[in-house]
């Protein structure tokens, strides 16, 4: 009886080392495997044109095949997918509305280990929170980003200003929306 309660045991501890060894391994995997933002942060115009670019780690040159990416966008009032890829293919109906026939991505460069998505025609409801989500035989991880598009900020003068020769005149003039001009060039001419 002890023969077959020692045995027991031993593959009891047999097996609780393999599933530890196979857990460790994962877990070393994982932490070797990283997704990087080329930018922390974007600012862009309304109707302007940005590439959005994720880095990751790959040691296997090439393949796409054991590539999946979800690309997801958030606000504090919606969330959806921006881009899905999976096994070589993009799944353009996972994409949200608000991005329909807007997204395109550099397919070339994922062998490299990088996600470069152009997105065409912001708007300013594409502000907010872009996270990747990346998976691949050597891993997963996911990085964000923060997107910031403002209105087109354009340059608005006065009516007229009459003044007699002689007069002191003020030149009002200012940005709509109101925008930080502390590092830009001011220039006024006359025509």
């Known amino acids: 009886m002890k023969m077959i309660s020692s ?19 994962s877990c070393l995997c994982a932490a070797t495997f990283v997704v990087n933002v080329a930018q922390s942060s974007y600012q862009a115009e309304e109707k302007q044109n940005i590439t959005l670019e994720w880095t990751f780690t ?9 590539l999946f990416i979800i690309c997801e966008f958030r606000t504090a ?10 096994d070589g293919v993009e799944i353009p ?6 991005f329909s026939g807007r997204v395109q991505s550099n397919k070339d460069v994922l062998r490299e280990g990088r996600i470069r998505l152009h997105v065409s025609r912001l708007r300013t409801e594409d502000s907010g929170l872009y996270l990747c989500d990346v998976k691949t035989g050597d891993g997963f991880n996911s990085a964000e980003c ?6 087109e900020v354009k340059v ?17 003039c200012h940005l709509e ?8 060039t001011i220039e006024w ?3």
């Open 177 to 184: 929306p109101p925008f930080d001009v502390n590092k830009l």
């Open 189 to 191: 001419r006359f025509e």
């Open 93 to 98: 109906e996972f994409q949200d509305d608000q």
């Open 146 to 151: 923060r997107l910031n598009v403002t209105d």
């Open 156 to 172: 608005v003068g006065h009516d007229p200003i009459h003044a007699k020769v002689g007069d002191d005149v003020i030149l009002p």
């Open 58 to 66: 790959t040691k296997t040159q090439g393949t796409s095949r054991e």
């Open 7 to 25: 045995s027991s045991s031993l593959r009891m501890k047999m097996m609780s080392s393999i599933l530890l060894l196979l857990i460790l391994s």
């Open 77 to 86: 009032v919606k969330s959806g997918k921006l881009y899905v890829y999976r």
